[in-house]
């Protein structure tokens, strides 16, 4: 139980691939314009981590050292074509609006770095949680994000979740008193947010560590 | 690399790459004829939005020609024109015109025209202009597009067919210049394809309704 809370704190909080590794910065960056885009976004991004966490791990001892890159990438670009295709298939007007970014999910740099740092040397069980908690983590992000950037920038929250979730989901949608400023929604605002959001996490973590007693930990590793 | 283990180099690579081929065309096999559908709904779906609300109700049949006129249509290549007939005979047709001149890339535009040469309704179905400001012409972000409806050459006369800082009749957008005009220059365009056109490409409807093979519908 502890294991497995560890690793969900892992991939939320202590490792969380975008606010702490940084990966997966474009389709981050990029989508985060609304909720609903984040959430579709979040979500694909999380199957496909799971996914592949789970299949690398499944041959990790078949695996040669000397081909497990393409390997992973191989591995990763099939999962992935399958989800734009499925999504395509049954999300179609979500697709038409994420366009391009579901096919770049290939290129995060967060499925690739679990596969070689966690999938290829733990059992199966333990590698598809870390890739599912990590999932939850990215996808955490993107939902905040978009709702950020909403908010700012459109002056709404969750407008367009009927493009999910059906019919129902019209009603969810909260006009907030004010309209919109624009930059939230163009790319700056994506780098304001998300810099907002690191601010906030490493002011978070030095303030625990201030109370433990200790000296601040470094924030953060810088990644691609 | 000693022989044994670039044989199971090779083996573990090939074995890979198959069930990769296999979970890809599955998934394409499965999602094809849903993501085809998807596609025809949509187009259908938006040439009944740039038609007279009045033709909702009736049994169109929409047949499919082609027009190709780089100057006037935005492409060397043809374009969609979905003629619609009701009982045998041409009430209106919809353009996939393209609008060359748009800000990032050419504007994607559906174009309804009644057979007395109005405006039915414009639509911009694919376009890359900037959010918040070209992207207004999309009909979920503002009603700017809803402008050309039962518009006509002859109404605004010819030359008034522009973008008010142009001096012409029709609204711009702040903080875009290029999208308005382009879409404008567009819609005047195919207006003007069409009422030099119009028998020809009904007849070409005739025709190909007559040979039984109807658009996608």
């Given amino acids: 139980m502890s294991e497995l809370k560890s690793l969900l704190v892992q991939g939320l909080w202590r490792d969380n691939p975008a606010l702490v590794q940084l990966l997966g910065l474009c389709p981050l960056l990029a989508v985060t314009t609304t909720v609903v885009n984040?959430?579709?976004?979040?979500?694909?991004?999380?199957?496909?981590?799971?996914?592949?966490?789970?299949?690398?791990?499944?041959?990790r001892r078949s695996l040669v050292p000397a081909v497990r890159?393409?390997?992973?990438?191989?591995?990763?670009?099939?999962l992935v074509t399958s989800v734009d295709l499925l999504t395509n298939a049954l999300l179609f007007e979500l697709h038409e609006?994420?366009?391009?970014?579901?096919?770049?999910?290939?290129?995060?740099?967060?499925?690739?770095?679990?596969a070689e740092t966690v999938a290829s040397r733990q059992p199966v069980?333990?590698?598809?949680?870390?890739?599912?908690s990590a999932g939850l983590g990215f996808c955490g992000v993107l939902v905040v994000l978009g709702a950020l950037r909403e908010v700012f920038g459109a002056g709404t929250l969750f407008a367009g979740m009927s493009l999910l979730f059906g019919d129902i989901a019209a009603a969810w949608r909260i006009d907030l008193p004010f309209d919109g400023m624009l930059a939230a929604v163009l790319p700056p605002g994506a780098f304001f947010g998300l810099a907002?959001?690191?601010?906030?996490?490493?002011?978070?973590?030095?303030?625990?560590a201030a109370a433990r007693g200790g000296a601040a930990l470094p924030v953060g590793d810088a990644g691609a | 690399m000693t022989e044994g283990s670039l044989w199971r180099t090779l083996s573990l690579v090939g074995l890979i790459a198959v069930a990769a081929a296999a979970l890809v065309t599955a998934s394409y096999e499965w999602s094809k004829d849903r993501i085809a559908a998807n596609e025809r709904a949509r187009l259908l779906q938006s040439i009944y939005d740039v038609l007279d609300p009045a033709l909702a109700d009736e049994e169109l049949q929409p047949v499919l020609v082609s027009a190709t006129d780089e100057a006037l249509l935005g492409?060397?290549?043809?374009?969609?024109?979905?003629?619609?007939?009701?009982?045998?005979?041409?009430?209106?047709?919809?353009?996939a015109t393209i609008a060359p001149d748009g800000y990032n890339?050419?504007?994607?535009l559906l174009v309804g025209i009644s057979v007395e040469e109005r405006i039915t309704g414009v639509r911009a179905v694919r376009h890359r202009e900037t959010p918040g400001l070209g992207d207004l012409i999309d009909v979920m972000k503002s009603d700017w597009i809803r402008q050309f409806d039962g518009r006509s050459l002859h109404d605004p006369e010819a030359a008034l067919w522009a973008v008010d800082k142009d001096e012409g009749a029709f609204d711009s957008l702040t903080g875009a210049t290029v999208t308005p005009r382009a879409v404008v220059k567009?819609?005047?365009?195919?207006?003007?394809?069409?009422?030099?056109?119009?028998?020809e490409l009904f007849e070409a409807a005739a025709r190909a309704a007559a040979e039984g093979d109807g658009a996608g519908a």
């Fill in chain 1, 97 to 114: 609006i994420l366009g391009i970014f579901i096919p770049l999910i290939i290129t995060n740099c967060a499925i690739l770095a679990q």
């Fill in chain 2, 186 to 199: 567009a819609v005047k365009n195919t207006l003007l394809y069409f009422s030099a056109h119009k028998q």
């Fill in chain 1, 38 to 59: 984040g959430l579709t976004l979040g979500v694909a991004t999380a199957v496909v981590l799971l996914a592949t966490n789970t299949l690398v791990s499944l041959m």
């Fill in chain 2, 75 to 95: 492409s060397e290549d043809p374009i969609d024109v979905f003629i619609a007939i009701d009982d045998g005979r041409p009430v209106a047709a919809v353009f």
């Fill in chain 1, 196 to 208: 907002v959001l690191l601010a906030l996490r490493n002011w978070a973590r030095e303030r625990r």
């Fill in chain 1, 125 to 132: 069980g333990r590698a598809a949680f870390a890739g599912f």
């Fill in chain 2, 105 to 108: 890339a050419p504007i994607r």
């Fill in chain 1, 69 to 78: 890159i393409p390997l992973f990438v191989l591995i990763i670009a099939s």
